[in-house]
């Protein structure tokens, strides 16, 4: 199972909005729409942001919005403010009981 | 409140075996996977595998099948990972719990630091 690829890194000023792609094979992504995203600070756990797709659990902004077409995942974070600078990984479900993460994108908000 | 907790820092020389443990409160051990989630560092986050808190069955992804051993101990709520160490790393044990196929509540990492 490969792993899921994602920029390695993008940026954005404060304000601006930025998309993250998460590009997988017709076995996980393009099969199933259950792709989660996460965003990770630096010495801490994940924490998911979406699931589902497109989907945001209790307490996550609404500034983190999924979306999904064929294989490609993509996440977009509107209005950047600096405490979204962080590495952010996609998830998909890979069928089989299995999942595979992306390479992860570190976001710098300039 | 729903946490995980994992246990402690360790250092280990390379080919040395570690077990790292991942004890659950706030619901029910038993009715949820628990997948563990390896990161090195600087590097992404690798999905290890699950064991079913219940059963015992347990599914390693590919890489990691042959170097590491997933258990666990329901009467204490307790998820174990054993990996024979080649590299440091931060091993996360995961949940999902309120949401389906992803995972929701994380431990906090157990860094392994590997020292000659």
């Known amino acids: 199972q490969s792993a899921l690829t994602q920029p390695a890194s993008v940026s954005g000023s404060p304000g601006q909005s930025i998309t993250i792609s998460c590009t997988g094979t017709n076995s996980d992504i393009g099969s199933f729409d259950l792709v989660s995203w996460y965003q990770q600070h630096p010495g801490k756990a994940p924490k998911v942001l979406i699931y589902e797709g497109i989907k945001r659990p209790s307490g996550i902004s609404t500034r983190f919005s999924g979306s999904k077409s064929g294989n490609t995942a993509s996440l977009t974070i509107s209005g950047l403010q600096a405490e979204d600078a962080a590495n952010y990984y996609c998830?998909?479900?890979?069928?089989?009981?299995?999942?595979?993460f992306g390479g992860g994108t570190q976001l710098t908000v300039l | 409140q729903v946490q995980l907790v994992q246990s402690g820092a360790e250092v280990k020389k390379p080919g040395a075996s570690v077990k790292v443990s991942c004890k659950a409160s706030?619901?029910?051990?038993?009715?949820?996977?628990i997948h563990w989630v390896r990161q090195a560092p600087g590097q992404g986050l690798e999905w290890m595998g699950w064991?079913?808190?219940?059963?015992g069955d347990k599914y390693y992804a590919e890489r990691f099948q042959g170097r590491v051993t997933m258990t666990r101990d329901a009467s204490i709520s307790t998820a174990y990972l054993e990996v024979t160490t080649d590299d440091s790393a931060v091993y996360y044990c995961a949940v999902a719990l309120i949401i389906d196929y992803a995972f929701d509540i994380w431990g906090r990492g157990t860094l392994v630091t590997v020292s000659s």
């Open positions: 064991i079913n808190p219940t059963s």
């Open positions: 998830c998909s479900y890979a069928g089989r009981t299995t999942w595979v």
């Open positions: 706030g619901y029910t051990f038993t009715a949820y996977f």
